[in-house]
């Protein structure tokens, strides 16, 4: 007898097995490489190849940087296993120009910031994706974004999409020096939390001290480290009882491991130690490449 998937079950796949959008592959030039702050870098990148992943754009839409084994000005051909891959938020789109950018920030280790560290113009990349696109529910009253270094570029991109209703955003920095402008209207308003107790803590306080009781049209959007990220969906979810569909939530980085699916992982242990767990596997890997070459 085939036992029905449980509430967990379908939360998961919610989560990992929504339905994918097409993988696209390029290989686009860096144009400039610019310092937006002291821990992060902007990367322009250009090139025809680009355009399928700015034709369809969703802000929050990522690409998987495929990275050689050391930095290198050639890209690597195709996907293979095993070559170190790192996920980056499409940032400033622009469709005639055929360029986008990735904000990609120096926390000192990792074949990410490696690269990042020494790209210059001329450089080129494989990239593939995009996924983790966000769409703003038409029915929600408000939006509430929560996120950490890795995901403001994110949060800003779906800020800036929001037009018609209010967007509040809490985000942590490692330092002060890392509050910054942001872009003009892209929120209505911004709580900067300096990083204090470890990753995270600042922002899992911030959200413990709001009001959620009257707000469940209200939809709350949340990216960052995977081990905070779990602790402020359980938080919501089981809590505070926000109904799925309000509450999206994306592991970006897992403390002391490398790569997207270490925390992709993670998350999934923490959807699944927040309810009763029936045991089943789940495929986890979806930004994994369906490979049909570059
Ligand atoms: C959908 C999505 C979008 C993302 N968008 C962005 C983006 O726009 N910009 C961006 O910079 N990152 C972004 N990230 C996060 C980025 O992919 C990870 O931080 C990645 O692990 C960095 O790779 P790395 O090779 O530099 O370090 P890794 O080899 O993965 O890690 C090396 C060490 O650094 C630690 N570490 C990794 N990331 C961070 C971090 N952000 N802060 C502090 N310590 C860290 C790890 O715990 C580990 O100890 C995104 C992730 C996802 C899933």
Known sequence: MTSQPSKLVEELNGVFAR?????????????RVDRVSPRVRRVTLGGEGLTPFLAGYQPGDAVKF??????????????????PSRAYTLIN?????GTAQVDIIDHGDGPGSAWAGQAEPGWRVLVGGPRFGYTPDPAARAF?????????PAAIEIGRAIVDRPVSLAIEVP?????????????????WLIQDG?????LVDHVHSLDWAANADVHVWVAGEAGTIGSIRRFLRVEQALPRAVVTV??????????????RVALAAELARSSKYDGNQYDLDSFEPEVDGV
Request: glycine share 8%.
């Open 198 to 202: 470890g990753p995270g803590r600042q």
């Open 66 to 83: 495929v990275l050689t084994e050391t930095p290198s000005p050639e890209p690597n051909e195709r996907w293979e296993p095993g070559l």
């Open 19 to 31: 339905p994918q959008p097409p993988t696209y592959w390029a290989t686009p030039e860096v144009l």
């Open 144 to 152: 509430r974004l929560f996120a950490d270094l890795s995901a403001l």
């Open 250 to 263: 994306s592991g970006y980085w897992k403390l002391g491991e490398h790569g997207i699916d270490a925390a």
């Open 93 to 97: 789109p622009d469709r005639e120009a």
């Open 175 to 191: 330092d002060a020096e890392e509050v910054r402008d942001l872009p003009a209207g892209v929120v209505d308003d911004v709580t």
